[in-house]
């Protein structure tokens, strides 16, 4: 009898309800009782639509992020907030976004730090710890929703964040060591559980991903510390692991003295046999099986194949459920109305996937023939998408075996490329630059939700972006900015809109996923292999450099970014998804040379995203990533300058990789780090040109002239002026024409003193 259960369901609701809740409330349009009820309602149609499963999360639902959540329940929030007034709703804003809804200017502070959740596009709120942090219990939101749960019939399973993931998740303010509050944090832990077991609860799920990371020896005693101490509570506890392999920490999952251990049965398929045979036989295995990390069908069939010995082995020791919290996918299939249907057969959202879940453990507890049918449809839709000639296209996938390294170098060297690069462009030292998009202005949307809608026709669609094209051309004309952009008024997003010309490529409406609060991305869904039946970008550009002398820069998404930010196929490894997009943005690039264009930009904003969670797997990533960049890159003649951008701000440990590209020029965001970025190129020698951002764009403060000479003159302590650029740290498409004008202004005139006092 395989037990079902779910790790966490999306919350953010099918239509984002919960994003235009939050938002409403936040400008004070809606009262928190209405919040509250937005917030309950969606929790209860989740729990509904998990119903079929035997045990459903309570816990996972959060009003901005589940780390923030748990740092509540543990009491322990930044003591910047601690003595304000207001509700507790207003100081977990504060520490969320910086402010609560109706704070008076005394009361805003700075929002908490956040960093991506392991290797996902989730952003967390990053606990802050200092030596002295204490922690209080404060289990009132996880017990209310415990009991609200039981109230609806559901069979609840607590889901929390464990002490050691927690502590590794957060960040250590003076230096302290953060294993050293483990004794002040598992009390709290203990007691957290004795309450939740008061209000009824019978499993708890105390997540633990930090298991599938590389630990070390203190971390992996902290685990053993930390459940050993726990194991006196009243509940079973099922400790979850998830996004990768556990490897060294295997054994150590397996023999915690708990009731049970969930692994990532997608991603460490591998490892199941030997779980199977380290964990004690009184302990349930949780296997991951559904994956919770992509939209496609799971293979159903094959799946039953697995695990009908592992069934009968383990009997009710088994339990199934999707790999991790279905957070990272989308809510519902069904929402699609506009989906190519062959495509949308392919498919499984959150919901989809709850579904499968159950298909399988019905399966495994009656026999296959109680879901005969939903297992013929699914190999049907399953062999379709393997048959399909829209997925697989014999050309492209010549071209990729017929790549060699030849394909991603350059001719000559940087050194004899910059020589001839020089004479062609003419450039001033310390030339000024932007990193491409200019103000999305309220009329450039309202512009292309019109042409969406059928509206505006494509004509004059294209006049209106060609008279922004037009104005911003004027507009760095009259700052007397050295090398231009055309400003990127055309596109709604970087990655959406090159996913939009390739084939390959299918966009949902309602695919939404939480990237941060109410911040939700709708990732680009790449099923086939890729082709660029025609140019992309090349009249907009050729349009901005017949309005204007000075150079024009021509802007493309790069291989690796396109890649990190869409759902990509899951029959074919990354890296040859990845060979196919560089192939297709290497045609780019050379039709935009083959039209004049002398400076190429391949922004690769996301190529940092894509490392692996364990530090032994970078190299072979960034060995195919950089390679699919060069191949997309390094196909132009020496006289063409080839920039990237790169908006992170760590480059400490790729800084080998960074050289590798090859880039003539990289431009990467430096200001808030007062320069100190630089250090590692400096001491790397990293040959090419660095335009170091001046300029931090997240801020809608205006830089002065003087600033920027300041920052300049500590980039020239580290890079020779002659190889240093002048540009903002990123785009500037959220920024204002009003902040933006004179920001640049005084950028440009800090180039001229500089120029001046060389
Ligand atoms: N060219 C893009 C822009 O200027 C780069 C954005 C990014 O790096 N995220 O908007
Ligand atoms: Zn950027």
């Given at each position: 009898?395989?037990?079902?259960?779910?790790l966490?369901?999306?919350?953010?609701?099918?239509?984002?309800e919960?994003?235009?809740?939050?938002?409403?409330?936040?400008?004070?349009?809606?009262?928190?009782?209405?919040?509250?009820?937005t917030g309950?309602e969606?929790?209860?149609?989740h729990?509904?639509?998990?119903?079929?499963?035997n045990?459903?999360p309570v816990?996972?639902f959060?009003?901005?992020?589940?780390?923030?959540d748990?740092?509540f329940?543990?009491?322990?929030?930044?003591?910047?907030?601690s003595?304000?007034?207001g509700?507790?709703?207003?100081?977990?804003?504060r520490?969320?976004?910086?402010?609560?809804?109706?704070d008076?200017?005394c009361?805003?502070v700075?929002?908490?730090?956040?960093?991506?959740w392991f290797?996902?596009n989730?952003?967390?709120?990053?606990?802050?710890?200092?030596?002295?942090t204490e922690f209080t219990?404060?289990?009132a939101r996880l017990?209310?929703q415990l009991?609200?749960?039981?109230?609806?019939?559901?069979?609840?399973?607590p889901?929390?964040?464990g002490p050691?993931?927690?502590?590794?998740?957060?960040?250590s303010?003076?230096?302290?060591?953060?294993?050293?509050?483990?004794?002040?944090l598992?009390?709290?832990?203990?007691?957290?559980l004795?309450?939740?077991?008061?209000?009824?609860?019978?499993?708890?799920?105390?997540?633990?991903?930090?298991l599938?990371t590389?630990?070390?020896r203190?971390?992996?005693?902290?685990?053993?510390?930390?459940?050993?101490?726990l194991k006196?509570a009243?509940?079973?506890?099922?400790?979850?692991t998830?996004?990768?392999?556990?490897?060294?920490?295997?054994?150590?999952a397996?023999?915690?003295p708990?009731a049970g251990?969930?692994i990532?049965?997608v991603?460490?398929?591998?490892?199941?046999?030997r779980?199977i045979?380290?964990?004690?036989?009184h302990?349930?295995?949780s296997?991951?099986?559904?994956?919770?990390?992509?939209i496609?069908?799971s293979?159903?069939?094959?799946?039953l194949?697995w695990l009908?010995?592992?069934?009968?082995k383990?009997g009710?020791?088994?339990?199934?459920?999707?790999?991790?919290?279905?957070l990272?996918?989308p809510?519902?299939l069904?929402?699609?109305q506009?989906?190519?249907?062959?495509?949308?057969?392919?498919?499984?959202?959150a919901?989809?996937?709850?579904?499968e879940?159950s298909?399988?453990a019905?399966?495994l507890?009656?026999?296959?023939a109680?879901?005969?049918?939903k297992?013929?449809?699914n190999?049907?839709a399953?062999?379709g998408?393997r048959a399909?000639?829209r997925?697989?296209?014999?050309?492209?996938?010549?071209?990729?075996?017929?790549?060699?390294?030849?394909l991603g170098k350059?001719?000559?060297?940087y050194?004899?490329?910059?020589?001839?690069?020089?004479?062609?462009?003419?450039l001033?030292?310390?030339?000024?630059?932007?990193?491409g998009?200019f103000?999305?202005?309220?009329?450039?949307?309202?512009?292309?939700?019109?042409?969406?809608?059928?509206e505006?026709?494509?004509?004059?669609y294209?006049?209106r972006?060609?008279?922004?094209i037009?104005?911003?051309?004027?507009?760095q004309?009259a700052l007397?900015?050295?090398?231009l952009?055309?400003?990127?008024a055309?596109?709604?997003?970087?990655?959406?809109?090159?996913?939009?010309?390739?084939?390959g490529?299918?966009?949902?409406?309602f695919g939404?996923?939480?990237?941060?609060?109410?911040?939700?991305?709708?990732?680009p869904?790449?099923?086939?292999?890729i082709?660029?039946?025609h140019?992309m970008?090349?009249?907009?550009?050729?349009?901005?450099q017949?309005?204007?002398?000075?150079p024009?820069?021509?802007?493309?998404?790069?291989?690796?970014?396109?890649?990190?930010?869409?759902?990509?196929?899951?029959?074919?490894?990354?890296?040859?998804?990845c060979k196919q997009?560089?192939?297709?943005i290497?045609?780019?690039?050379l039709d935009?040379?083959a039209?004049?264009?002398n400076?190429?930009?391949?922004?690769?904003?996301?190529?940092r995203?894509?490392?692996?969670?364990?530090?032994?797997q970078?190299?072979?990533?960034?060995t195919?990533?950089v390679e699919c960049?060069?191949?997309?890159?390094?196909?132009?003649?020496?006289?063409?300058?080839?920039?990237?951008h790169?908006c992170y701000s760590?480059?400490?440990?790729?800084?080998?990789a960074?050289?590798?590209m090859?880039?003539d020029?990289?431009t990467i965001?430096?200001?808030?780090?007062?320069?100190?970025?630089?250090?590692?190129?400096?001491?790397?020698?990293?040959?090419?040109?660095?335009?170091p951002g001046?300029?931090?764009?997240?801020?809608?403060?205006?830089?002065?002239?003087?600033?920027?000479?300041n920052?300049m003159?500590?980039?020239?302590?580290?890079?020779?002026a002659?190889?240093?650029?002048?540009?903002?740290?990123?785009?500037?498409k959220?920024?204002?024409w009003?902040?933006?004008?004179?920001?640049?202004?005084?950028?440009?005139?800090?180039a001229?003193?500089?120029?001046?006092?060389a």
């Amino acid at each position: 009898m395989a037990i079902t259960h779910n790790l966490g369901f999306p919350r953010i609701g099918a239509k984002r309800e919960l994003k235009f809740a939050l938002e409403a409330y936040w400008k004070g349009q809606t009262k928190e009782a209405e919040l509250q009820q937005t917030g309950a309602e969606l929790r209860q149609l989740h729990w509904q639509q998990q119903s079929g499963l035997n045990w459903a999360p309570v816990g996972d639902f959060s009003f901005y992020d589940q780390v923030l959540d748990t740092s509540f329940t543990l009491g322990h929030l930044p003591e910047r907030v601690s003595n304000l007034a207001g509700t507790e709703l207003d100081n977990y804003f504060r520490v969320a976004r910086g402010r609560a809804v109706n704070d008076s200017a005394c009361q805003c502070v700075h929002a908490g730090e956040m960093t991506k959740w392991f290797d996902t596009n989730y952003h967390y709120i990053v606990p802050e710890f200092t030596q002295d942090t204490e922690f209080t219990l404060n289990p009132a939101r996880l017990i209310r929703q415990l009991q609200e749960a039981k109230s609806q019939g559901v069979n609840a399973k607590p889901v929390i964040i464990g002490p050691v993931t927690y502590l590794w998740l957060g960040k250590s303010k003076d230096g302290c060591d953060r294993l050293q509050l483990l004794d002040k944090l598992l009390p709290v832990y203990q007691a957290l559980l004795q309450q939740l077991a008061d209000a009824g609860a019978e499993w708890v799920q105390i997540d633990e991903p930090a298991l599938v990371t590389e630990l070390d020896r203190n971390w992996q005693h902290a685990v053993n510390v930390a459940y050993h101490q726990l194991k006196a509570a009243p509940v079973k506890l099922l400790v979850a692991t998830y996004f990768d392999e556990l490897r060294d920490n295997l054994k150590l999952a397996c023999e915690l003295p708990v009731a049970g251990l969930h692994i990532d049965a997608v991603r460490a398929r591998t490892e199941v046999v030997r779980v199977i045979d380290w964990l004690p036989s009184h302990k349930v295995l949780s296997l991951g099986i559904i994956d919770g990390r992509n939209i496609w069908k799971s293979d159903l069939t094959e799946l039953l194949s697995w695990l009908e010995p592992i069934s009968q082995k383990l009997g009710e020791r088994l339990w199934l459920a999707p790999s991790c919290s279905l957070l990272h996918v989308p809510v519902d299939l069904t929402a699609e109305q506009n989906l190519d249907s062959e495509i949308k057969n392919w498919l499984a959202f959150a919901q989809q996937k709850i579904d499968e879940l159950s298909t399988l453990a019905t399966a495994l507890n009656e026999g296959r023939a109680s879901v005969a049918e939903k297992l013929a449809q699914n190999r049907d839709a399953l062999a379709g998408r393997r048959a399909s000639d829209r997925v697989h296209n014999p050309t492209v996938q010549e071209s990729v075996a017929k790549i060699t390294p030849a394909l991603g170098k350059r001719a000559s060297s940087y050194s004899k490329r910059t020589a001839k690069q020089r004479q062609q462009l003419a450039l001033p030292r310390y030339p000024t630059t932007t990193i491409g998009s200019f103000p999305q202005t309220p009329q450039i949307r309202k512009d292309r939700l019109a042409f969406k809608q059928g509206e505006l026709k494509l004509d004059e669609y294209q006049n209106r972006m060609r008279t922004e094209i037009e104005y911003s051309v004027r507009e760095q004309e009259a700052l007397g900015l050295d090398v231009l952009v055309h400003g990127e008024a055309e596109r709604n997003d970087m990655v959406e809109y090159f996913g939009e010309q390739l084939e390959g490529y299918v966009f949902s409406q309602f695919g939404w996923v939480q990237s941060y609060g109410s911040r939700c991305v709708k990732p680009p869904i790449l099923f086939g292999d890729i082709t660029r039946p025609h140019t992309m970008t090349v009249e907009w550009i050729r349009y901005a450099q017949s309005l204007t002398d000075k150079p024009m820069k021509g802007m493309l998404t790069g291989p690796v970014t396109i890649l990190n930010w869409s759902f990509v196929r899951d029959d074919q490894p990354r890296s040859e998804t990845c060979k196919q997009l560089a192939l297709a943005i290497r045609k780019e690039v050379l039709d935009l040379q083959a039209a004049g264009v002398n400076i190429i930009q391949i922004d690769e904003a996301a190529l940092r995203e894509g490392l692996p969670l364990r530090q032994s797997q970078w190299q072979e990533y960034l060995t195919w990533a950089v390679e699919c960049f060069r191949i997309s890159a390094n196909g132009v003649k020496d006289e063409t300058q080839i920039h990237t951008h790169m908006c992170y701000s760590e480059f400490n440990d790729i800084i080998d990789a960074i050289a590798h590209m090859d880039a003539d020029v990289i431009t990467i965001e430096t200001s808030r780090s007062d320069m100190e970025l630089l250090d590692v190129f400096d001491s790397f020698k990293y040959p090419n040109e660095i335009g170091p951002g001046v300029y931090d764009i997240h801020s809608p403060n205006i830089p002065s002239e003087e600033h920027i000479v300041n920052l300049m003159g500590k980039a020239r302590e580290r890079i020779p002026a002659e190889r240093l650029w002048i540009n903002p740290d990123c785009g500037l498409k959220t920024r204002q024409w009003d902040e933006v004008r004179p920001a640049l202004q005084n950028m440009v005139s800090a180039a001229k003193s500089l120029r001046n006092s060389a």
